[in-house]
């Protein structure tokens, strides 16, 4: 069944919101690539981890896509931590799966990672 790659990435973020380890785990491909600020790495163990310890609440603000990428433009919190910033969350999917995250504090290194520009944006 072919899911709409925006509609994958706002499930990721609903199941992270939720902090739902099994509904992230089921959107995402098992060996799914994670790219932050200087670090790389794989797998649903790392992930699952994340998920638990991260307390992330994400707000969308703005969304990019084309093809099987997607950039949001997020506003994230911490439980447990004052304040919010901004991050740019980059997905690349086939039709059923996520295979690749990255989290980035600039739109342009977004952008770089995804090969989206500013022309992707959905109204």
Do not use: C
Not at 42 to 59: D, I, N, P, R, T
Request: aromatic share 8%; hydrophobic share 40%; net charge negative.
């Amino acid at each position: 069944m072919m899911i709409e790659p925006i509609k994958l990435a706002e499930r990721f973020t609903e199941y992270v919101n939720a902090r739902d380890v099994e509904g992230v785990l089921s959107v995402t491909d098992h060996n799914v690539e994670l790219i932050s600020p200087g670090k790389s790495a794989a797998g649903h163990e790392m992930l699952a981890e994340w998920v638990k310890g991260s307390g992330m609440q994400l707000e969308t603000l703005n969304k990019f896509a084309k093809g099987n990428r997607v950039i949001f433009e997020q506003l994230a919190k911490k439980k447990g931590q004052p304040g919010e910033f901004h991050i740019f969350t980059f997905f690349e999917m086939d039709d059923q799966k996520i295979h690749r995250i990255g989290r980035f504090d600039e739109l342009d290194e977004a952008f770089g990672e995804s090969g989206l520009s500013e022309s992707d944006q959905i109204k």
